[in-house]
Structure formats: C-alpha cells, structure tokens
C-alpha cells in the first residue's frame, strides 16, 4: 500500500463519485478547476471588502437564475456575521425601466397601415388587417404565461414574426376577395366571403 494512497489529492476531487441525494457524481463531468494568479489587493467598496467569483453557466437562462438565487440564499445563511454574498446586477437587460422597443410594434402597425392602404386603395381594408394582429398574439401571451417564461428578445422576435406571418396571409384573403367583387359584380359581398 501506497503511502500517498490515504491523501486526498486534486486528482481524487475531480475523479472520484460524490454521492448528492443518492446519486453519484464526478466533479469532472460537472466543472473544471484551474489555477490562476488572483490579484493581490482585495478591492474595497463602501468600506467593505469585495471578492468576486465567477462562474459559467450552460443551459436556460431561468434555471440558473434561480439556481444562482438559491445557492446565494443558502451561503448567506452560514456565513458569519458582516459577510455577505449577493450578485452582480450590471449586465445587460430587456430594458425594463422604460420599454421603448414596444413602440416598434406601434410603428410597424403604422407602416402596416400605410401600406395596405396603397395596396387596396382603400381605408377600410388596412383596417380589417391590422385587427388581426391582437387575434394572432392571444397564442404567444398564453404560452409564455403557461410555461411560465420571462417576456424578453424572443418574445418579441415573435411578436414581430407573428405580424408578418399574419399579415401576409391577411393581404392573401383580401386580394382574393378584391378579385372576386370585380370579376363577379353581379355577386352580393356577403355570398363571395
């Protein structure tokens, strides 16, 4: 037997199976561990000392936030009295404060409506159009209610691709109509629908 064998060595952390909840796991399937030079002043802010760890995460944004919130409330718990463990809030957001990007929808309904009303020389038919894209949203405001989703980029992106898709087939179903009152002007409105 090895003199060594009883160490608990680097080697030992990363490759042996740590059992959580029953199940076995190996440090080196989960995370790396590296050496690097850390910086030899510790930062101070507000008169307290600051250190800073950072982490990679890989996988939906929403559970590592909540993983995050949860490990942080746990540390917090059995750290000493005047330590404090709390996450860095200035990374890039949604804009939440004033929500400027939602007046894009309102200029892509305009230009929606001026183009349609070009298209059809008429006012009415934009119109028709573009009560259309409140029906087509009901789809993307149930799913992220159900699923329970944060409303960011990609709801957006499929606010934005919802109109399109919708109002492309919308200008389909009326120019066929359009077609329709000329070639059979004999024909009531109502019988051509």
């Excluded at 909540?66 to 540390?75: P, V």
Aim: hydrophobic residues 45%; aromatic residues 14%; positive net charge.
């Amino acid at each position: 037997m090895s003199v060594q064998s009883r160490e608990y060595d680097l080697w030992n952390l990363q490759h042996l199976p740590h059992f959580v909840n029953g199940k076995p796991y190996k440090i080196s399937e989960l995370a790396t561990i590296e050496k690097g030079q850390a910086p030899q002043k510790v930062g101070k802010v507000n008169q307290q000392y600051r250190l800073c760890l950072q982490y990679e995460y890989i996988g939906a944004a929403n559970q590592g936030t909540r993983i995050q919130e949860r490990t942080l409330k746990e540390f917090n718990a059995i750290l000493p009295m005047g330590y404090t463990a709390e996450k860095d809030t200035n990374y890039w957001n949604w804009d939440k404060k004033d929500n400027k990007q939602y007046l894009l929808l309102l200029l892509i309904i305009v230009i929606i409506f001026f183009t349609t009303s070009i298209l059809f020389n008429s006012l009415k038919q934009p119109l028709a159009v573009i009560f259309v894209i409140p029906i087509s949203y009901i789809g993307v405001f149930l799913t992220f209610y159900w699923f329970k989703l944060n409303f960011d980029q990609g709801g957006f992106a499929s606010f934005i691709l919802l109109c399109g898709i919708m109002i492309n087939a919308s200008i389909y179903i009326l120019n066929e109509y359009n077609l329709l009152l000329t070639s059979k002007p004999a024909m009531p409105p109502s019988v051509l629908i």
